[in-house]
């Protein structure tokens, strides 16, 4: 039986860079999506995200002063709460169940925002 060389290494190439070029797939497809929100001139930037069950939203304060990401609402228990984040941090929320969150900070209720889980 005679067999072409190039045939043979093209196939055991195949075969040896097989698992690697899955691995690279799935973890592209499974790798956590990460939106942020950033805080400046007392406003969220953007002010409205859109984000999957399990994604992360950061928001990141490039203001002076203490803001908070606090979702806005009559529950004594609002769907998340940042806290104080102060100047130069962030804060980072796995978005949860499907909905619609808006939000505010605390300190500066004028300051609003909305988190749009899908």
């Known amino acids: 039986m005679h067999r072409n060389p190039r045939l043979t290494s093209a196939l055991v190439l195949l075969f040896v860079l097989s698992p690697f070029t899955a691995c690279a797939r799935k973890s592209q497809s499974t790798a956590p999506n990460v939106v942020t929100v950033t805080i400046r001139d007392y406003k969220f930037e953007p002010e409205t995200v859109t984000v999957h069950e399990g994604d992360t939203v950061e928001w990141k304060n490039v203001d002076k002063v203490l803001h908070t990401a606090t979702a806005d609402g009559q529950a004594?228990?609002?769907?998340?709460?940042?806290?104080?984040?102060?100047?130069?941090?962030?804060?980072?929320?796995?978005?949860?169940?499907?909905?619609?969150?808006?939000?505010?900070?605390?300190?500066?209720t004028y300051m609003k925002g909305q988190l749009i889980v899908q």
Do not use: E, L, M
């Open 76 to 108: 004594q228990k609002p769907a998340f709460d940042s806290g104080p984040i102060s100047p130069d941090a962030a804060w980072r929320y796995v978005a949860g169940a499907k909905g619609t969150y808006n939000y505010i900070c605390t300190f500066h």
